[in-house]
């Protein structure tokens, strides 16, 4: 027998490893085995038994394990303007709410309370990696970092002033003072997170770019969102933003494109050709009315394609298993074709591709061993999951977030039977309450 | 002080009984007071204590209590076939599996249990009332009236035999039987329920307009579901179903027009002029890609558009909750217009309008004097839903399923903290298993 850490024995282990669907996608009765957060075997239950010994053995017999999803854009602090103000068009919403609260309201301890809240949210819901772009990205971090979370935190860049940086110059260079901050941490990885081109100089975007090539950090923007950017960029620069990202060396393996609702016939060869990754929001999409993203398009075309939530203040939470669903369920309709981004590929899209798109995917991303045992148990013994014909499916089409029933980051139980392990609950509730209070006041 | 039978008090009461929203929809700290299944009185929390003493008296501080949810179109039973099939085009899906299927398995046992199964999941989402179209609808029917749920039972009418009738004349006949059976039942009501202008005859369908016209019941039919479904129509009869139902006078206030996914533009003058309902269905239309329903387009023509989940074989569940939120997601990036179907409207959508359809406003669908106790409370108090700026806002676009705590129905509680009360949850959960070894057998 060998003594191993951690074994947790599922009903159904998905790795989500292979590319394609097999009748190897699902494990019945299997077991994950864990040492020193890492995931060192996955075998069945009976030879698992035989062969190991757990300091702490889990039996989720009602349960399929999978790896846990990455959320690969989100505003986590905006979880505190989480419906503020809804059904609005775009510019309405930035201009007479959200930019005000910001102004009025976002500091330090804004964004670590707001971040907190976000990550309560996304780790009840099966998160175990977030993406982010906010201001105060050292509040995020700290937040992340004490809750044990994975996150690849956002340094911004943005060509107006907040009370986080001045100028260009002073976003980069915070941003740098915070990737050193990091660069060594186990979970907390950092990318420039240029707001978009709208909002960013070609200078800065030319300068962020040369250091993220340097520091080998992913390039974190929204692009393409909605028509009106696209107009606006063909008034100011006769080019579409794509293009402009093009001439000015953005477009690479490391570039997170998020949103991308507006794409020409000759865009995708551009994206495959240099490795662009796609970050889909649908629910964000289709709320702010900015456009559908040809998901089953770019799968075809072999873009890699994410998941994100976007800010809870646009969508409004950060559920990404109800967020797949979406991804899931608008790919048929928009492509017309109900065999489109089937279950598998959601739940591809919703892990493993994120940690692509982060760079990440040795580390993360599916069940396999040498990964780090992130890891969610999804409860599919309840009346709206009965019966189980295949557990994918109904992962994707039947289940939601409170059948999550215990979240894992390497190898630590940050989620257990429903209960924060490293978030006092009361104290981010209470913290929330009194922010609504700032905020309206 | 006046005695009741029951007293729900609620954080926030959201009576939906108005068309628009105004600083009156949600009344904070108010108290809705039951007297035999009956809403007597909706009145101020503080005023309430002052004037009545309920027998029974809940305390719900940290909730919103609403009208419960309408789901205005299901196949109840065909939740045993839940994730069965997934990810296939429509006749593939039809023809290699639902059919063979209920080829197989489908009896009254099968149809009752199912519906069992459908009704606890129903109950455990918020949904009061459902509209059923199915085989052997007297099981659908058993099983609704054991629950204590609403219901409209489809009595089924199909050009093809099956194993609850073999001919039209043997549908009509054993649908008018069951119209007696029920027609004095406080809870269930019945419909004729046509399958759809490809799957009934001209003669059929003239014959159970006239007995549904006779007995004044609705009628209860999907229409316009896909392209194919017109261009068939067109080849056989040179007409648009919509047209050929015109011609043999089935438009009319009675009518509930399921899926409306292909409208041209002088259709909606057709719809508006003979008062016909819509039942929209997104995540169906969505997982089938069967096309959008315009129905930011049917509100703005003063259309009735209510909302189902369609069968759980192909949603792949019956939470309104979800299909609302589809709902006013999907408007919103159909129309192009972030400010269509706001959440307000969404609920009316979910509720009000779907008691329109069905015939039974003036019993439910809007808490206000004089109409059943069939109510809902959603508890706000969570991470996923904190802050609360407003109410409308965190039901429609953050809350979800199991955040619904309590359910009445005509005053009867039948859905207490979670639990369910007049259904034993263990039983159908074995039901079910069982059902799933049948299936597979």
């Known amino acids: 027998m060998l003594n191993v850490e951690q074994i947790i024995y599922g009903r159904w282990v998905?790795?989500?490893?292979?590319?394609?669907?097999?009748?190897?996608?699902?494990?019945?009765?299997?077991?994950?085995?864990?040492?020193?957060g890492i995931i060192v075997d996955i075998l069945s239950a009976d030879t698992c038994r035989?062969?190991?010994?757990?300091?702490?053995?889990?039996?989720?017999?009602?349960?399929?394990?999978?790896?846990?999803?990455?959320?690969?854009?989100?505003h986590a602090a905006m979880s505190l303007m989480r419906g503020m103000a809804d059904d609005l068009p775009l510019m309405d919403w930035l201009n007479n709410y959200i930019w005000p609260t910001e102004s009025k309201c976002v500091n330090y301890k804004f964004v670590k309370q707001g971040t907190e809240l976000a990550i309560a949210e996304m780790l009840r819901s099966g998160t175990t990696t977030f993406n982010d772009m906010y201001f105060f990205p050292d509040a995020a971090a700290k937040a992340a970092e004490q809750s044990g979370i994975r996150a690849c935190i956002g340094l911004i860049v943005i060509d107006f002033p907040s009370a986080w940086a001045k100028d260009g110059a002073e976003y980069l260079h915070k941003g740098l003072e915070l990737y050193e901050q990091y660069r060594h941490h186990p979970?907390?990885?950092?990318?420039?997170?240029?707001?978009?081109?709208?909002?960013?100089?070609?200078?800065?975007?030319?300068?962020?770019?040369?250091?993220?090539?340097?520091l080998d950090i992913p390039v974190h923007i929204h692009l393409h969102e909605t028509t009106d950017e696209i107009q606006q960029s063909l008034s100011n620069t006769a080019l579409r933003p794509i293009k402009r990202l093009q001439q000015l060396g953005l477009l690479s393996p490391s570039l997170l494109a998020v949103h991308m609702t507006q794409l020409q016939e000759d865009e995708f060869e551009v994206l495959q050709r240099y490795g662009v990754n796609v970050v889909h929001c649908p629910q964000s999409n289709m709320k702010l009315a900015s456009g559908f993203c040809p998901v089953s398009r770019l799968l075809e075309n072999n873009i890699n394609t994410a998941l994100g939530t976007d800010g809870a203040a646009s969508n409004n939470d950060l559920d990404m298993l109800g967020e797949l669903q979406s991804a899931a369920l608008l790919a048929k309709a928009v492509s017309g074709n109900a065999a489109s981004v089937p279950a598998y590929s959601a739940l591809r899209i919703a892990t493993i591709n994120g940690a692509k798109a982060l760079g990440i995917d040795r580390i993360t991303g599916s069940l396999v061993k040498g990964k780090a045992a992130d890891i969610i148990a999804i409860d599919l013994d309840t009346i709206e999951?009965?019966?189980?014909?295949?557990?994918?499916?109904?992962?994707?089409?039947?289940?939601?977030?409170e059948q999550i029933s215990d979240v894992w980051v390497h190898g630590k139980h940050l989620l257990k039977e429903r209960k924060l392990m490293t978030i006092d609950e009361g104290k981010v509730m209470q913290q929330t309450r009194e922010w609504k209070e700032s905020v309206e006041g």
Chains 1, 2 share one sequence.
């Open 50 to 74: 035989k062969k190991y010994q757990g300091t702490i053995e889990h039996h989720l017999d009602k349960h399929a394990l999978l790896p846990g999803f990455i959320n690969t854009h989100t």
């Open 187 to 214: 979970l907390i990885t950092t990318a420039f997170a240029p707001h978009a081109p709208y909002t960013v100089s070609d200078d800065n975007l030319i300068k962020l770019n040369a250091l993220a090539e340097e």
């Open 14 to 36: 998905i790795p989500l490893e292979a590319e394609t669907e097999s009748d190897k996608s699902v494990l019945e009765h299997y077991a994950v085995v864990i040492d020193n």
């Open 385 to 401: 999951t009965q019966p189980v014909y295949h557990p994918v499916s109904q992962v994707v089409y039947s289940a939601s977030r």
